[in-house]
């Protein structure tokens, strides 16, 4: 879609001077590391997020959580929150009007509990009142009268436990089926791994504020990284047709899985229609732990057979991922685990059982590298021990075993996309080692633990470790990628409306870089985002660089051509023969010389383009299929120091190599590949949100650990392969994701290779890392 709309031009007045010669325009364009446009907003503490919003005779939110993970609702006393002063609404599963269960695959989990809760912090009912204390004071004079039930809380026994939902327990099984299942090897390892609940943790915690139309609809503002999905999700949830609700995107305060439980929005909605006044809530710290989607805990068991030279022959796994209550983005997580479960080798032979089954567990579901984290720790481990047994170096067996483009994965698909596993490996591996600390009391805080730390240097060794990671980019499974972009010019500025959300992957800034290097304008602005725009579908996966930069750099080319055909046409040439550089458009021979304002000539011009990926397939029963769109890849290699006596650990480096496609703006590619290592790191050694018979532990950011700015090791990049993927627009590739998958899995290698103990769970805990010396054992 295409147009234009002519304007006045204007001449310069007489006697007006001459203006100073223009400063060298800055460098833009791809390639560059243009900076963020709101980062001196966001750095200065203006930049508004949800929390920060206001609206006249505003209303506050609060929402009444179950203490227990399952129990029977008896009943729901409202009477006496509803006679509070200030209280102008109480709302429970009663006041939905229309769909009463929402998700993001199955729509099984309810807005608020009615005849059971099924795990700790599902809500209840939700309050409006004319203060924040008044709201929460109202939600806990809710009286529910509880029936406790007995959890079901180890996803093993959730096959034969009664059904904790109608829908039945098991969510999805894949039996993949790939080769002979007589094939063996001459060598044979075993091991049984545990990966934890890693939260996403953002900075900022929920909020959201829903406001009521003239025309009896909603508005709701919120931190949303799939405004379409929620806008569709709310309009069943409220029996409104979609165009009568709206979600407008407001400033992300980070997000690595899905931002916001749509539970609150729903709830926010709800009340702001039923009071006819603006609401907000805005969760506390423990809230947002009870309310938002985890890691899935996963229980992984694995057999890989070699020949005697070290090449891999069958690969045999059982993965049990536990979806907590609901089920989420589970089958999807399952899918990535299954079809990734070899990684990024080559195997003749396998034969994998994948399961997801509902706990009472807290809900699990989209965190970034879901499924690929847990069996790369696993398969790593393996190549490990598998390195042990053959007495050969650990990096020399994967590199023995490394896939290439035109190789089989274990679904059946051949990866037709660029693959330099070997060339990553290979660049960790002759990468110089960090020196050693110098033994000297200054150094201290260098040791495991810092220098208040108990341990002693003599206890400390230093380990290496290897891992080779990938994940699949896009969606998987006939998922139908599609995003719309539009791309306008007026005068020397264009504008790109896009309802990609900006959720710190850095998509504003491509979309920028991609007008300016089409366009040659350097001023570019990015529209903000609400579901009025074409959708762009959800930020995950890394679909905005490829689906959505694909999207703007087509209406970027539509208007380009609209803006040198009649320059072209004018001077009989082809438009392939004018380029665009610096705001100046010139002909291959030197006669054509101009700039795109004076070729605007007042006129407005806009394209509206999509760009949607090659189809996908499910997987077959058998777990054979082409279902993903394309791979990316990744090698780390750890250097770890470990107290043997402690168990403590310090990760000293981390060296990175990584399949980019093409680097499309160094600095903020940089970023975001030490963001995922850390974020692994955090996976490796202290994020997992802990519970007691389905019940939280601390639901806080002092019982829950992130890494932080002193825990951050050394980061290294040596190497971004830039070998582009034909297929993807600007042959770039996601790069967040991967870095977080492989990481863990290196730091488990470091701590193996320091220690000689299987670490076979993450978080590392310290019992696995401590050394016992021999003969201690009797003496204990």
């Known amino acids: ?13 007489a006697g007006v001077p001459a203006p100073a010669p223009a400063a060298e325009p800055a460098p833009h364009g791809i390639g560059v590391s243009l900076p963020s446009a709101d980062a001196p907003a966001k750095t200065q503490g203006t930049f508004p997020y949800a929390s920060d919003l206001w609206a006249d005779g505003l209303l506050w939110a609060a929402i009444l959580r179950s203490p227990h993970p399952r129990a029977r609702v008896l009943s729901v006393d409202t009477k006496h929150a509803a006679e509070m002063p200030g209280v102008r609404a109480v709302i429970t599963h009663a006041d939905v009007p229309g769909d009463a269960g929402y998700g993001r695959g199955i729509a099984d989990r309810p807005v608020f509990a009615r005849d059971e809760v099924r795990h700790h912090g599902e809500p209840i009912a939700a309050v409006a009142a004319d203060h924040p204390d008044t709201a929460r004071l109202a939600a806990a004079a809710i009286a529910v009268e509880y029936e406790v039930l007995e959890p079901v809380t180890d996803p093993q026994l959730a096959f034969e436990a009664e059904p904790l939902h109608p829908d039945g327990n098991l969510i999805r099984h894949i039996p993949l089926r790939f080769g002979d299942p007589e094939a063996t090897g001459e060598v044979v390892v075993e091991g049984l791994y545990r990966i934890g609940r890693q939260d996403p943790a953002p900075i900022g915690a929920e909020a959201g504020l829903a406001v009521p139309r003239p025309d009896g609809g909603v508005e709701i503002y919120t931190a949303s990284t799939d405004p379409h999905g929620d806008r569709d999700l709310a309009a069943a949830c409220f029996r409104l047709p979609p165009e009568r609700v709206k979600v407008v995107v407001t400033g992300v305060p980070g997000a690595t899985a899905d931002r916001e439980d749509p539970g609150i929005q729903l709830a926010l909605g709800l009340l702001a229609l039923r009071t006819g006044c603006p609401v907000k809530y805005a969760a506390t710290r423990e809230e947002s732990f009870l309310s938002h989607a985890h890691r899935h805990p996963t229980l992984l068991r694995y057999r890989h057979h070699a020949d005697a030279e070290g090449k891999l022959v069958k690969v045999e796994a059982q993965i049990l991922m536990d979806a907590g209550a609901y089920a989420d983005t589970s089958s ?18 396998a034969f994998v059982e994948g399961w997801a089954v509902r706990t009472n567990n807290p809900p699990s579901g989209h965190l970034r590298g879901e499924g690929a984290l847990q069996v790369c720790a696993a398969y790593e481990g393996q190549m490990d021990k598998l390195a042990a047994e053959l007495g050969l170096d650990p990096a020399e067996l994967r590199l023995r075993n490394v896939m290439a483009t035109g190789d089989l994965l274990p679904t059946g698909q051949t990866v037709t996309c660029p693959a330099p596993v070997a060339e990553l490996l290979r660049a960790v591996k002759d990468a110089p080692l960090p020196e050693l600390p110098k033994d000297a009391p200054e150094a201290d805080w260098l040791l495991p633990g810092g220098p208040e730390g108990a341990g002693e240097p003599s206890a400390v060794r230093r380990g290496v470790g290897y891992a080779l990671g990938m994940v699949h980019v896009l969606g998987a499974e006939g998922t139908d990628e599609v995003s719309t972009a539009t791309v306008k010019v007026s005068g020397s ?11 710190g992957s850095g998509f504003s800034t491509l979309a920028r870089q991609i007008v300016q290097e089409t366009l040659g304008i350097d001023e570019v602005h990015v529209a903000g985002v609400d579901t009025d725009q074409p959708p762009a579908g959800p930020a995950c996966h890394g679909r905005h660089t490829w689906v959505s930069g694909g999207a703007v750099e087509r209406a970027a080319k539509m208007v380009r051509t609209q803006l040198l055909q009649p320059l072209a046409h004018k001077f009989g040439m082809s438009t392939e023969l004018l380029q665009i550089t610096d705001g100046k458009i010139t002909s291959y021979d030197g006669v054509l010389s101009t700039t795109v304002a004076e070729a605007l000539d007042g006129k407005e011009l806009w394209a509206t383009a999509q760009c949607r990926p090659h189809p996908t397939e499910p997987l077959a029963g058998d777990g054979q299929g082409d279902a993903f ?23 000293v480096d981390m060296t990175v190599a990584q399949d980019v496609g093409r680097v499309l703006n160094p600095r903020q590619l940089h970023t975001r590949i030490e963001a995922g290592i850390t974020q692994g790191l955090g996976a490796a050694l202290t994020e997992n949100l802990r519970t007691t018979r389905g019940r939280i532990r601390r639901p806080d950011l002092t019982g829950y650990p992130l890494p932080t700015a002193l825990d951050a090791p050394d980061i290294r990049i040596v190497k971004l392969v830039e070998e582009r993927d034909v297929v993807a627009p600007f042959g770039a590739k996601p790069a967040s994701a991967v870095p977080v998958v492989t990481s863990p899995a290196a730091v488990a290698a470091a701590v193996r290779a320091a220690t000689g103990r299987p670490v076979n769970r993450l978080p590392i805990r310290p019992q696995a890392a401590v050394v016992v010396p021999v003969g201690a054992e009797q003496g204990r």
Do not use: K, N, Q
Request: charged share 15%; net charge negative.
């Open 332 to 349: 999807d997580a399952l899918a990535a685990a299954v079809s990734f479960a070899c990684g990024p080798y080559v195997v003749p032979h």
């Open 629 to 651: 769109v394309g791979m990316a890849f990744c090698a780390v290699r750890c250097v770890a120091d470990v107290d043997v006596e402690l168990g403590t650990v310090r990760v």
């Open 1 to 13: 879609m295409t147009g234009s709309t002519d304007g006045a031009t204007t001449t310069p007045e």
């Open 493 to 503: 500025v264009a504008t790109v409306i896009c309802a990609a959300v900006e959720t």
